[in-house]
C-alpha cells in the first residue's frame, strides 16, 4: 500500500503512485517575480487520462517560459485555462500552474490506449500535446497545425516542477542511457525546435553540403542546431556575441563563427528611398556577408539561415541566404516588426519560413540523435529542487548562464542516472568561464494570437477625443509643379514640418521634411531646388476625417511611421494633425 506522501527524493515503489505530491506551484493572487510566485505546495496526484501517462520526475529543465507563467503576462495560463473549461473547450479546472516543460524521469502509471511505454521505462518528454480525437490530427495532418496543440506546462498544466509530471503518452520518448538525469532533461525543446526548423520544410530541409547561418550559436537553439546541421552533413556557421564563445561552437562542429560586435549595421532597414542610408547598410550587411565566406574559405552564401533573434537581425538574414534558400524563423527575442526587402525575396525567390516546436515523430528523430551518442545536450548549469524559484528569478533578472539548465527533482544527487557508455565520443564543450546571459527575452515562445473567427470581445481602451479638437486647421499647401526650392521656403516661412501638394482642390500628397533631404541625395543643390514637388512628394496623401477618434488616427501614424495626417472634412483638405498635437494633449494637458 502506497504511501500518502513521499518525501522529495525518497521514490516511491515502481508502479505505486501516492494520492499526494510535493510541487512548486504558481497561484494567480501571487503573480509577480519568480521569488514571489513559486511557492511549495502538496498537491492531489493527477489522474491520467486513457492516453496520458504519469512519470515520476528525477530533473527538469529550465525554459524562459515559466518566467512569464509567474508574472501573469502577456497571458495569465491559468485564467486562461480555467475559462476554456468552463466553456467547455480544451482547458483544465486547476487554479494552479506547475510549470516546467523538459524532463527527465520514470514512468509510473500509464493510461489504457498508451502503447509506446509500459511502467519502469525510463523516458525524456517533449512538450507538445494536442487531442488525438482532433479531425485534423486523425487524419494524419500535422498535430503541429492542429487548433489543439498546446505546449505542455506553460499553455497545459503538471509540468516537470512536482514529482509526478502528467503527459501525453505520445510526448514520451527514451531516456538515452548514457546520460545524467539533469543531462537528459535539458535538451529536448531546444533540440526539438531546432529539429523541425532544420528538417521540417520540403525542399529547403538541411542536406549535405547544405551552409546553415546559425544566430546565438551558443545559446539553447543554437548549440542544438550547430550539432543537428553538422549531423547532416552541413557546413555549420555560428554567429556570438564575443570571441570567447568561438571555441565552443567549433567543437559542437561550426565550421567556424563570426563576432556579432564587430558590426553596427543591425536593426531595422533604412527606408528604400533613402539612398545614402540604404548604401551604408549595404556596406555593413556586406561586410557580414564576406565574413561568412572568410568562414567558409569560398563565397557560398547560406542555404539556411537559422533565425530565432528577429527584429534586429532578419534583413541580415534575408540578404545574405542564397537565391532559392530559406530563413527559418522561430521567435523574434528582439522584437516582431521585422522589415523586409521584398525585392530580395522575390528576385532571388528566398523563403522566409515560420517554425514552432516540433511534432511527436520529429521531436523522436530528433532524440535519435541524442540516444546514439550524437547530440551534446549543452547542459550549462544544473541546480537543486529547492532552486527552482531562483533559476527563474536569475532569467527574470537576466543573469542565468548561457546554454541549457536543469534543477533535480526526484534525484538525490547530481550526476546520477547515467547508465550506460556513451555510444560515441563527443567533445562535451564547456561555455567560457562566468559566461552570462546579456540579452533578455521579450515575450513567451508561445502565446494564444487572434484569428478569424472571435473568441472574445476585444476591448478597446479610448477616451473618446476626436481628431477635430486638437487639429490645426487650414491647409499650408503647394502645387504639384512647385520647385523644391519653393516648398523649401514655405515650410520655413511657416515653421511646419510637411507641405500638403494640392491638385484640383485634392490633396495629392505631402512633402515632408524627409522628402526634401532624401530629394538631395546624389544631386547638387541646384539639382534638387529645381524638382518638381510631385517628383519627390509621398503621393496618396494619408488623409483622417475631423470626426476619426484620435486613438484611430494615432495608430494611423504609427503604423506608417508618420508624424502627422492632413484632415479631411467632405472628403476635402480643411487641416493638419501632428504627433506634436498628441503630445500636448497625452502628456503636458
Ligand atoms: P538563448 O539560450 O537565450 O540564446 C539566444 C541567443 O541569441 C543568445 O545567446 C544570443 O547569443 C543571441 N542573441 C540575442 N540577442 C541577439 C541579437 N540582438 N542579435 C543576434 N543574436 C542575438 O535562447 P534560446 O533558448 O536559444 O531561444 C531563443 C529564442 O527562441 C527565445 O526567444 C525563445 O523563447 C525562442 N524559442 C522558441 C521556440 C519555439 O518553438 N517557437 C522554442 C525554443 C525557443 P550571442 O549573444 O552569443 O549572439
Given at each position: 500500500?502506497?504511501?500518502?506522501l513521499?518525501?522529495?527524493?525518497?521514490?516511491?515503489?515502481?508502479?505505486?503512485?501516492?494520492?499526494?505530491?510535493?510541487a512548486?506551484?504558481?497561484?494567480?493572487?501571487?503573480?509577480?517575480?519568480?521569488?514571489?510566485?513559486?511557492?511549495?505546495?502538496?498537491?492531489?496526484?493527477?489522474?491520467?487520462?486513457?492516453?496520458?501517462?504519469?512519470?515520476?520526475?528525477?530533473?527538469?529543465g529550465?525554459?524562459?517560459?515559466n518566467?512569464?507563467a509567474?508574472?501573469?503576462?502577456?497571458?495569465?495560463?491559468?485564467?486562461?485555462?480555467?475559462?476554456?473549461?468552463?466553456?467547455?473547450?480544451?482547458?483544465?479546472?486547476?487554479?494552479?500552474?506547475?510549470?516546467?516543460?523538459?524532463a527527465?524521469?520514470?514512468?509510473?502509471?500509464?493510461?489504457?490506449?498508451?502503447?509506446?511505454?509500459?511502467?519502469?521505462?525510463?523516458?525524456?518528454?517533449?512538450?507538445?500535446?494536442?487531442?488525438?480525437?482532433?479531425?485534423?490530427?486523425?487524419?494524419?495532418?500535422?498535430?503541429?497545425?492542429s487548433?489543439?496543440?498546446?505546449?505542455?506546462?506553460?499553455e497545459?498544466?503538471?509540468?516537470?516542477?512536482?514529482?509526478?509530471?502528467k503527459?501525453?503518452?505520445?510526448?514520451?520518448?527514451?531516456?538515452?542511457?548514457?546520460?545524467?538525469?539533469?543531462?537528459?532533461?535539458?535538451?529536448?525543446?531546444?533540440?526539438?525546435?531546432?529539429?523541425?526548423?532544420?528538417?521540417?520544410?520540403?525542399?529547403?530541409?538541411?542536406?549535405?553540403g547544405?551552409?546553415?547561418?546559425?544566430?546565438?550559436?551558443?545559446?539553447?537553439l543554437?548549440?542544438m542546431?550547430?550539432?543537428?546541421?553538422?549531423?547532416?552533413?552541413?557546413?555549420?556557421?555560428?554567429v556570438?556575441?564575443?570571441?570567447?564563445?568561438?571555441?565552443?561552437?567549433?567543437?559542437?562542429?561550426?565550421?567556424?563563427?563570426?563576432?556579432?560586435?564587430?558590426?553596427?549595421?543591425?536593426?531595422?532597414?533604412?527606408?528604400?528611398?533613402?539612398?545614402?542610408?540604404y548604401a551604408?547598410?549595404?556596406?555593413?550587411?556586406?561586410?557580414?556577408?564576406?565574413?561568412?565566406?572568410?568562414?567558409?574559405?569560398?563565397k557560398r552564401?547560406?542555404?539556411?539561415?537559422?533565425?530565432?533573434?528577429?527584429?534586429?537581425?532578419i534583413?541580415?538574414?534575408?540578404?545574405?541566404?542564397?537565391?532559392?534558400?530559406?530563413?527559418?524563423?522561430?521567435?523574434?527575442?528582439?522584437?516582431?516588426?521585422?522589415?523586409?526587402?521584398?525585392?530580395?525575396?522575390?528576385?532571388?525567390?528566398?523563403?522566409?519560413?515560420?517554425?514552432?516546436?516540433?511534432?511527436?515523430?520529429?521531436?523522436n528523430e530528433?532524440?535519435?540523435?541524442?540516444?546514439?551518442?550524437?547530440?551534446?545536450?549543452?547542459?550549462?548549469?544544473?541546480?537543486?529542487?529547492?532552486?527552482?524559484?531562483h533559476?527563474?528569478?536569475?532569467?527574470?533578472?537576466?543573469?542565468?548562464?548561457?546554454?541549457?539548465?536543469?534543477?533535480?527533482?526526484?534525484?538525490?544527487?547530481?550526476?546520477?542516472?547515467?547508465?550506460?557508455?556513451?555510444?560515441?565520443?563527443?567533445?562535451?564543450?564547456?561555455?567560457?568561464?562566468?559566461?552570462?546571459?546579456?540579452?533578455?527575452?521579450?515575450?513567451?515562445?508561445?502565446?494564444?494570437?487572434?484569428?478569424?473567427?472571435?473568441?472574445?470581445?476585444?476591448?478597446?481602451?479610448?477616451?473618446?477625443?476626436?481628431?477635430?479638437?486638437?487639429?490645426?486647421?487650414?491647409?499650408?499647401?503647394?502645387?504639384?509643379?512647385?520647385?523644391?526650392?519653393?516648398?523649401?521656403?514655405?515650410?520655413?516661412?511657416?515653421?511646419?514640418?510637411?507641405?500638403?501638394?494640392?491638385?484640383?482642390?485634392?490633396?495629392?500628397?505631402?512633402?515632408?521634411?524627409?522628402?526634401?533631404?532624401?530629394?538631395?541625395?546624389?544631386?547638387?543643390?541646384?539639382?534638387?531646388?529645381?524638382?518638381?514637388?510631385?517628383?519627390?512628394?509621398?503621393?496618396?496623401?494619408?488623409?483622417?476625417?475631423?470626426?476619426?477618434?484620435?486613438?484611430?488616427?494615432?495608430?494611423?501614424?504609427?503604423?506608417?511611421?508618420?508624424?502627422?495626417?492632413?484632415?479631411?472634412?467632405?472628403d476635402?483638405?480643411?487641416?493638419?494633425?501632428?504627433?506634436?498635437?498628441?503630445?500636448?494633449?497625452?502628456?503636458?494637458?
Amino acid at each position: 500500500m502506497a504511501k500518502e506522501l513521499y518525501e522529495l527524493g525518497e521514490m516511491p515503489p515502481l508502479g505505486e503512485v501516492p494520492d499526494k505530491m510535493h510541487a512548486w506551484l504558481i497561484r494567480p493572487e501571487r503573480f509577480g517575480p519568480p521569488l514571489q510566485a513559486f511557492q511549495k505546495e502538496v498537491v492531489e496526484v493527477p489522474e491520467p487520462a486513457d492516453d496520458e501517462v504519469l512519470v515520476y520526475v528525477m530533473a527538469a529543465g529550465i525554459n524562459y517560459n515559466n518566467v512569464w507563467a509567474a508574472l501573469g503576462v502577456p497571458v495569465d495560463v491559468i485564467g486562461a485555462r480555467n475559462k476554456a473549461y468552463a466553456k467547455g473547450e480544451l482547458g483544465e479546472p486547476e487554479p494552479f500552474h506547475i510549470g516546467g516543460s523538459d524532463a527527465s524521469g520514470i514512468v509510473y502509471k500509464v493510461g489504457k490506449d498508451v502503447t509506446n511505454v509500459k511502467v519502469g521505462d525510463e523516458v525524456v518528454m517533449h512538450c507538445g500535446r494536442w487531442d488525438r480525437n482532433d479531425p485534423w490530427v486523425k487524419n494524419g495532418g500535422d498535430p503541429m497545425y492542429s487548433s489543439t496543440y498546446r505546449i505542455w506546462a506553460y499553455e497545459a498544466n503538471w509540468g516537470s516542477f512536482a514529482q509526478f509530471a502528467k503527459v501525453q503518452g505520445q510526448q514520451c520518448m527514451p531516456k538515452p542511457k548514457h546520460m545524467t538525469w539533469e543531462e537528459a532533461a535539458a535538451y529536448t525543446l531546444v533540440g526539438a525546435t531546432a529539429w523541425r526548423m532544420l528538417h521540417g520544410w520540403g525542399v529547403n530541409s538541411v542536406k549535405e553540403g547544405d551552409v546553415v547561418l546559425i544566430w546565438g550559436g551558443a545559446g539553447g537553439l543554437g548549440s542544438m542546431a550547430i550539432q543537428i546541421a553538422k549531423e547532416a552533413g552541413a557546413i555549420p556557421v555560428a554567429v556570438v556575441s564575443g570571441e570567447d564563445k568561438f571555441d565552443y561552437c567549433i567543437k559542437l562542429g561550426a565550421k567556424g563563427c563570426i563576432d556579432r560586435r564587430d558590426f553596427d549595421h543591425w536593426g531595422m532597414l533604412p527606408h528604400w528611398k533613402d539612398t545614402a542610408g540604404y548604401a551604408t547598410w549595404l556596406k555593413g550587411v556586406r561586410k557580414f556577408g564576406s565574413a561568412i565566406w572568410d568562414v567558409l574559405g569560398e563565397k557560398r552564401a547560406p542555404n539556411i539561415v537559422f533565425e530565432h533573434p528577429g527584429e534586429t537581425t532578419i534583413p541580415t538574414s534575408i540578404f545574405v541566404c542564397d537565391t532559392g534558400g530559406m530563413v527559418v524563423v522561430c521567435a523574434g527575442t528582439t522584437g516582431y516588426n521585422a522589415t523586409v526587402d521584398l525585392r530580395y525575396l522575390w528576385m532571388r525567390q528566398k523563403r522566409l519560413q515560420g517554425s514552432h516546436f516540433a511534432n511527436d515523430v520529429q521531436a523522436n528523430e530528433m532524440n535519435d540523435l541524442a540516444l546514439r551518442g550524437r547530440l551534446d545536450p549543452c547542459l550549462s548549469q544544473a541546480f537543486s529542487y529547492d532552486e527552482i524559484p531562483h533559476v527563474h528569478q536569475l532569467m527574470y533578472e537576466n543573469k542565468h548562464p548561457h546554454g541549457n539548465m536543469a534543477v533535480l527533482v526526484g534525484a538525490t544527487e547530481f550526476g546520477l542516472g547515467a547508465s550506460a557508455e556513451p555510444p560515441a565520443a563527443l567533445p562535451q564543450p564547456k561555455l567560457p568561464e562566468g559566461d552570462v546571459h546579456t540579452t533578455p527575452h521579450p515575450y513567451p515562445m508561445s502565446e494564444p494570437l487572434p484569428g478569424i473567427a472571435a473568441t472574445e470581445e476585444i476591448t478597446i481602451y479610448d477616451d473618446g477625443t476626436l481628431v477635430d479638437a486638437l487639429m490645426h486647421r487650414g491647409v499650408i499647401g503647394c502645387a504639384p509643379d512647385d520647385t523644391v526650392a519653393r516648398v523649401a521656403e514655405i515650410m520655413i516661412d511657416e515653421d511646419i514640418h510637411a507641405v500638403v501638394v494640392m491638385d484640383g482642390g485634392q490633396a495629392v500628397g505631402v512633402v515632408s521634411q524627409t522628402d526634401m533631404v532624401l530629394a538631395r541625395q546624389g544631386r547638387t543643390r541646384e539639382q534638387a531646388q529645381a524638382m518638381p514637388a510631385r517628383d519627390i512628394m509621398t503621393p496618396g496623401c494619408v488623409t483622417c476625417e475631423a470626426g476619426t477618434l484620435l486613438s484611430e488616427a494615432v495608430s494611423m501614424m504609427t503604423g506608417r511611421r508618420m508624424h502627422r495626417l492632413v484632415v479631411t472634412e467632405n472628403d476635402q483638405p480643411v487641416g493638419v494633425i501632428s504627433m506634436t498635437d498628441v503630445v500636448r494633449k497625452l502628456i503636458l494637458e
